[in-house]
């Protein structure tokens, strides 16, 4: 399959690190001008190293007018990757009122605010787009220790129906996309023992993790004509 994204503009949230940052790269690959947002700077630089056609911001996108004036700066966008995700370590019995709040803010208000501009923009341009959220299989499969992320990405689904439900007719087409555990610098985290990795490749068919470069894959595939 042939995928051109030649003229049109790209923006990644979470490009620093891990998914977001192979979604860049592959969406410059293929031609798209993209823009990259983190909120590690050092993470951006190196991202630049590597693909200096690539524009990065570095943003915060919890917090949301901070946000909206980075992205409405940016000006045109016409396909969206919304990315950043958190993911911490706390049971129901133990969360915190500030701990749903950081996860909400970055995991799914982020994602509205920033689709919301763009979708406005495409519109008042009378053109067409694409947008792609990153959700997880945990928006269905519930992980132990994890309770707040796996909401955020029940939340993350239900608002990508709405979105494709709202935005189709205005020539925006709205998917998600959900893996399963990729080794990402996050996921690294909560799996440093051999033992927990063999619990979870040995329920998976082909006994093996996701690569990165195959999230990135659908998702050109996803916002592709």
Request: net charge neutral; charged share 25%; aromatic share 6%.
């Amino acid at each position: 399959m042939n995928i051109d994204f030649k003229g049109r503009i790209a923006l990644v949230t979470g490009a620093g690190k891990g998914i977001g940052r192979c979604i860049a790269l592959k969406l410059s690959k293929l031609g798209a001008k993209v823009f990259a947002i983190s909120r590690t700077e050092s993470d951006l630089d190196n991202l630049k190293e590597e693909d200096s056609s690539i524009e990065t911001r570095c943003l915060d996108i919890g917090n949301w007018d901070n946000t909206r004036k980075v992205i409405e700066d940016i000006g045109q966008v016409d396909l969206l990757v919304n990315n950043a995700g958190i993911s911490k370590r706390q049971t129901v019995l133990e969360v915190t009122e500030e701990f749903i709040d950081e996860h909400f803010d970055v995991n799914f208000k982020a994602a509205l605010n920033i689709s919301q501009i763009v979708a406005k923009g495409i519109i008042s341009r009378k053109g067409s787009g694409a947008i792609v959220n990153i959700s997880s299989i945990s928006s269905t499969l519930a992980f132990p220790g994890v309770p707040i992320y796996c909401t955020t990405k029940a939340a993350m689904d239900m608002l990508t129906k709405s979105m494709a439900l709202e935005f189709g007719p205005l020539k925006i087409r709205v998917n998600s996309c959900n893996p399963g555990v990729v080794l990402t610098p996050m996921t690294e985290k909560f799996l440093v023992a051999q033992e927990q990795k063999d619990a979870l490749t040995g329920r998976i068919p082909m006994g093996r993790f996701i690569e990165q470069d195959e999230v990135a894959n659908t998702v050109a595939f996803l916002l592709s004509d």
